[in-house]
């Protein structure tokens, strides 16, 4: 492997590791980072969103445009991160700080998305726990024959069973976001419960983290296999898995379905969260991060064509069983707590199956959680002033936080809430960092330094495919699908689908019901209000820091001296722009210099007092 650029002819041994790497927290083994990378990759959006969008966008031609968006844009960004990471041994917020201070506010952005990630994905793992305790209750809570036929909405139970016991009983949805209608006890308790097992995976780090991940990662396998052999033998089966993919080549003409593939690769590859280079930064940097990158997004992607098979053969069986079509499914929550649930009630030992679905899907959102959680932490222990409190303390007060602002979403309208935070907190954010990310660092830190680094980690250097998506493929497809986002976001109103009941029986009397039991409703103006807060809050900090660092002195000197002594030529001018060549030239003692012939290779920079090509304090002369 080549010699370390970032501490050769520094004041460290040549070739050996930064200073902040010296004790820097370790995985167990590398398999305990793939394992905990991988499953917070697979987390509740492989099961239920997946299979849905693919069943929407024409079933198995879907898969076109899914396996371009994965190679092109999923595979690099991940591989761009895991580099960072491991590269700079930092936390996100200190590595952009590192690269340079005015790109400080992509790492607190990636901060503000994670915090805002984990304040409300744990209901989803709140709800799946819920519904694994009641799967042990003979019968099933929600089958018809728990139909109360003193209620009013008797009728609409009889129609829909799974889901009236959804929003009358589990969650006692109320009909509007303005009516929290109190907490909902049961919902309550399991979200203590969640973020307990949350905290006693993190408290230790990437010690406990690590081990605990070797069940939380594992088991939804075992679980998905298991559903699979059942779900194949059922009646029905093949009927669902046809619908699934059942190709419709027409839909490739449509650049909806390839803004849908894009969108899905990039978040659920938790790309641009932190929380990948939070992970990778606990990995020896001599390790080859680009086979994690490929393995990581590869099984991830793999997994959510498993699940469609798993859940798709269990609507077919639902479909030969009640009458209700398999295209007839929404994706998101409804299609775990209502599809599902629909189907197993109908299968031979429904608790055993029941139970065993919804632990899987507390596991899965169980390891995403870690992932968001620890992409908060750790860029706080980098920190001086954080790191002199102990890390179980730092956990502590962290999860108490986030508990305590998601704490409403355990109110009776905390469904509307919770799809209020998820529609506009990550979703926007994202795609912006995940575009400042690309331009940072192919542009500011620049490819070269980036390709040297990779070079150093892993021995062997980028070939053109990798340089080409991240300088050009993977931002430009960051900006078309946050672009046609944005205005979407600006024509289509800002509603919400309110439960108001079927037809038949509607819960409010003002309101009549539909043939869903939802109705869209606008929202109210203090929701458009928070909404457009959660989209500024991580994007504002970017423009700030670079207005207000703009200036500030380059840091990552000590990289840029190791090129020196090396004699390095560089290719396309990746170091500084405008004032900053000034900068570099007087903290490294370049008071007198000119280009020299670029030889079609590169720029040299000569520094014209030397004596025979050596500095009079014994340092290298040129770049």
């Known amino acids: 492997m080549g010699k370390d650029p970032e501490t050769a002819g520094g004041p460290e041994p040549a070739g ?11 995985w167990g083994s590398h398999l305990e980072f793939l394992l905990a990378a991988v499953g917070m990759a697979v987390g509740t959006g492989n099961v239920w969103r997946f299979p849905y969008l693919a069943q929407k966008n024409g079933g198995g031609a879907f898969l076109i445009p899914y396996c371009i968006m994965l190679a092109v844009e999923g595979i690099p960004l991940m591989f761009m991160e895991l580099s960072l990471g491991q590269r700079l041994q930092q936390g996100s917020i ?30 989803v793992m709140t709800w799946c726990m819920y519904y694994f305790y009641l799967s042990f209750s003979n019968p099933l809570p929600w089958v018809k024959e728990e139909c109360d036929a003193a209620r009013a909405d008797y009728s609409c139970c009889l129609n829909d069973s799974a889901k009236h016991f959804y929003y009358v009983s589990a969650l006692q949805v109320t009909s509007s976001i303005s009516d929290n209608g109190g907490f909902v006890n049961g919902v309550v308790i399991c979200w203590v419960i969640s973020w307990v097992m949350t905290y006693a995976c993190l408290f230790k780090g990437p010690e406990s983290l690590g081990k605990a991940a070797y069940f939380t990662a594992t088991f939804p396998y075992l679980v998905l296999f298991c559903l699979f052999c059942r779900g194949v033998s059922l009646e029905g089966a093949g009927r669902g898995i046809k619908v699934l993919f059942t190709p419709d080549f027409s839909v490739l003409y449509d650049p909806n ?27 020896p940097i001599k390790n080859d ?8 997004s590869l099984v991830n992607c793999g997994t959510s064509v498993f699940s469609g098979i798993v859940v798709y053969s269990i609507l077919g069986f639902r479909e030969v069983s009640t009458g209700i079509k398999v295209a007839d499914v929404e994706g998101g929550p409804g299609l775990a707590f209502i599809a599902y649930t629909t189907a197993v009630a109908e299968m031979p030992l429904p608790q055993l199956w029941a139970a065993a679905f919804f632990f899987m899907m507390v596991t899965l959102a169980l390891n995403s959680e870690f992932g968001t959680v620890e992409a908060c932490i750790t860029p706080l222990r980098d920190f001086k ?15 108490c936080i986030m508990f305590l602002v998601g704490l409403p979403m ?37 490819m070269p330094r980036f390709l040297k680094d990779i070079e150093y980690m ?78 500024i809050a991580p994007v504002m900090w970017m423009p700030v820091f670079v207005i207000w660092k703009w200036k ?42 000119r280009p020299a012939a670029q030889n079609g290779e590169g720029y040299v920079v000569q520094n014209m007092t030397a004596t025979n090509g050596i500095n009079p304090d014994n340092t290298g002369s040129k770049v």
């Open 94 to 123: 200190k590595t952009w700080s590192k690269i340079r201070p005015y790109l400080k506010g992509i790492g607190i952005a990636q901060v503000v998305v994670s915090f805002s990630m984990t304040v409300y994905y744990p209901i």
């Open 257 to 283: 379905v390839w803004m849908d593939a894009a969108g899905q690769i990039f978040y659920s590859l938790s790309v641009g969260f932190g929380a990948l280079i939070c992970f990778a930064s606990y990995n």
């Open 458 to 535: 892993t021995g062997t250097v980028p070939n053109k495919y990798w340089q080409i998506c991240w300088k050009w493929v993977s931002p430009a497809l960051i900006i078309v699908v946050l672009l046609s986002s944005m205005i979407k976001k600006m024509i289509v109103p800002e509603t919400y689908e309110s439960f108001v009941g079927c037809i038949e029986s509607p819960i409010n009397d003002n309101i009549p019901g539909t043939k869903n039991w939802n109705r869209l409703i606008p929202f109210t103006w203090w929701a458009q209000i928070f909404a457009a807060l959660m989209v």
């Open 289 to 296: 991060c680009r086979k994690d990158a490929i393995f990581i």
């Open 385 to 399: 002033l954080f790191s002199k409190i102990s890390r179980e303390l730092l956990c502590l007060i962290v999860c």
């Open 552 to 593: 500030a002195d380059i840091v990552p000197i000590p990289y840029l001296q190791g090129m020196i002594d090396e004699g390095m030529v560089v290719k396309d001018k990746p170091f500084c722009f405008g004032k900053e060549v000034r900068k570099f030239k007087e903290n490294i003692g370049l008071k007198s210099s």
């Open 410 to 446: 355990c109110c009776r309208n905390g469904l509307y809430v919770f799809n209020l935070w998820d529609n506009y907190s990550v979703t926007i954010p994202l795609l912006c960092v995940g575009a400042m990310e690309c331009i940072a660092v192919m542009w500011v830190y620049g």
């Open 16 to 26: 050996g590791p930064p200073k902040e790497a010296e004790n820097r927290l370790r």
